[in-house]
């Protein structure tokens, strides 16, 4: 079977984004299920978070502009089942040079075709950049679902519908007819205030069987783990951040590989 595709996606930064893709990769790649990351934000943020360099010429922007094939910018996260399409600085003047190229949307879709089959991949996440750009419109033309990592408080809520109209306009446009939501993770959740749980009901409501039963919680230990080079599961792995992300993976699988 072909990899399942995911764009790990909200316009708004600090929301988890980058931490939910990188956990949820290292959990998964911990339950043997083969997985690769693709880092498409130009501050590289989940590559440095597994500890690897940033090299120019080595990740994701040539296979983008020319829509390649990128098998030769995957590389070894030093993590068994878990590997990386790192980003680069380069990749901040994709955007300029995507939009003057015909099926400019499409060029990721393009690269990652191979890998989705040839490979023996079974999931591929994509960490997108914190804007609606071509960057992250590329990474949802290549996703079979969008996971949207949305912060437990109310204004998070309006860029919730701005990225659901998104995919709307992508099925619209006939673009990528098959992109579904996938899912909607509450990240940064303090179960101590009324606050978090009012949002999460709220989401709920609107989004009826799309949010993960599994919150994220505030946790310092998710933040000091990159500064080590480290996931959260080897470096304070019976925190709550871990056993949330642990638990995360374990729905995920369960929604999308069963």
């Known amino acids: 079977m072909p990899a399942l595709t995911f764009a790990i996606a909200n316009q708004k930064g600090g929301v988890g984004k980058t931490t939910t893709t990188v956990s949820l990769g290292h959990a998964l790649a911990l339950m043997d299920v083969p997985t690769l990351i693709v880092d498409m934000d130009p501050q590289a943020n989940a590559t440095s978070c597994l500890g690897l360099e940033k090299k120019p010429g080595k990740g994701i922007y040539e296979p983008l502009l020319n829509g390649s094939d990128v098998a030769?910018?995957?590389?070894?996260?030093?993590?068994?089942?878990?590997?990386?399409?790192?980003?680069?600085?380069?990749?901040?003047?994709?955007?300029?040079?995507?939009?003057?190229?015909?099926?400019?949307?499409?060029?990721?879709?393009?690269?990652?075709?191979?890998?989705?089959?040839?490979?023996?991949?079974?999931?591929?996440?994509?960490?997108?950049?914190?804007?609606?750009?071509?960057?992250?419109?590329?990474?949802?033309?290549?996703?079979?679902?969008?996971?949207?990592?949305?912060?437990?408080?109310?204004?998070?809520?309006?860029g919730l519908g701005q990225i659901t109209n998104v995919v709307s306009k992508l099925h619209e446009a006939g673009v990528n007819p098959d992109l579904a939501l996938g899912g909607i993770v509450m990240t940064m959740y303090d179960s101590r205030t009324r606050l978090s749980y009012e949002v999460w009901q709220e989401v709920n409501q609107y989004y009826q069987g799309k949010v993960f039963r599994t919150a994220i919680p505030r946790n310092s230990r998710l933040s000091e783990a990159p500064s080590f080079g480290q996931t959260v599961f080897e470096y304070a792995p019976e925190s709550s951040g871990s056993l949330a992300y642990r638990s995360f993976a374990r729905e995920f699988a369960a929604r999308f590989l069963t």
């Open 72 to 158: 030769s910018r995957v590389i070894s996260s030093n993590r068994k089942n878990l590997w990386v399409v790192p980003s680069e600085l380069d990749l901040a003047a994709a955007e300029l040079e995507l939009s003057g190229q015909d099926e400019y949307l499409m060029k990721l879709r393009s690269s990652l075709n191979s890998l989705k089959v040839h490979y023996g991949l079974q999931v591929i996440l994509i960490d997108c950049p914190p804007t609606l750009g071509l960057l992250s419109m590329n990474s949802l033309c290549a996703a079979d679902y969008l996971v949207v990592t949305l912060q437990s408080e109310y204004l998070a809520m309006e």
